[in-house]
């Protein structure tokens, strides 16, 4: 079946240093895909998405590329904040239109 | 608006009891699914309802059930409780019932214990 596999954490980093977080899926047709935040104690938030191939998603500072020939979707951010330190996961939706996420990755920054 | 809804935000069960979770979601939104949430499994897609109808199932047991009613607020049962079932329990609504393109926004989640 479709699946999502995503970087094992924690990612740990300075203030202001720029931050990958790789994510690759395995699906069927042309999946949408997704990048979800959760902050401690708080439910999931969508952070961007890409319906389809080469599109690149952005918002708050973060962006990912949709790339089909790599099935790839990583997430990218210039200058990290320790705000920004959250779980952060990878999601598709499936051939069945169900979200497929990824394990998730903790991001942790300090000053 | 309101965010979405989720009610309780902790429960603590026993084995073998059942467990009612309620989740109401943004106003307008038609769609409401759920997951669950533990750190060995990760986020387990349970069930989407869509206009009272269940439009998709995950892989769960039958144990598993739940319900939309007519102003699209959902509830989740859980029928005799076991160890593994603790977990955090999420609900998400959308406008539309496609995850796809449409953005699902979840609630803060139900904790359940299970002792």
């Known amino acids: 079946g479709d699946s999502v596999t995503q970087m094992e954490g924690p990612v740990t980093l300075s203030e202001e240093a720029f931050l990958t977080i790789n994510c690759t899926y395995t699906a069927t047709g042309y999946p949408s895909l997704f990048w979800y935040v959760q902050y401690p104690g708080e439910g999931l938030q969508l952070l961007l998405k890409?319906?389809?191939?080469?599109d690149k998603g952005s918002n708050k500072g973060f962006e990912a590329t949709y790339r089909k020939e790599t099935t790839s979707f990583h997430l990218e951010k210039g200058s990290v904040q320790v705000s920004d330190s959250a779980v952060y996961f990878c999601a598709l939706s499936d051939s069945t239109d169900k979200l497929i996420f990824g394990t998730g990755t903790r991001l942790q920054v300090f000053p | 608006k309101a965010g979405v809804t989720q009610t309780p935000r902790y429960l603590i069960k026993t084995r073998g009891q059942q467990v009612t979770l309620s989740c109401s979601p943004i106003?307008?939104?038609?769609?409401v699914s759920w997951y669950q949430q533990t750190p060995g499994q990760g986020l387990q897609f349970l069930f989407e309802y869509f206009s009272e109808t269940q439009r998709n199932k995950g892989n769960f047991p039958g144990r598993f059930s739940g319900r939309q009613f007519s102003n699209s607020r959902s509830e989740m049962n859980v029928s005799t409780l076991e160890l593994g079932d603790s977990a955090l329990y999420l609900c998400a609504s959308s406008l539309e019932a496609y995850a796809g393109l449409d953005t699902q926004y979840f609630g803060p989640g139900t904790r359940l214990t299970v002792l």
């Open positions: 106003s307008g939104h038609r769609s």
């Open positions: 890409a319906t389809k191939a080469d």
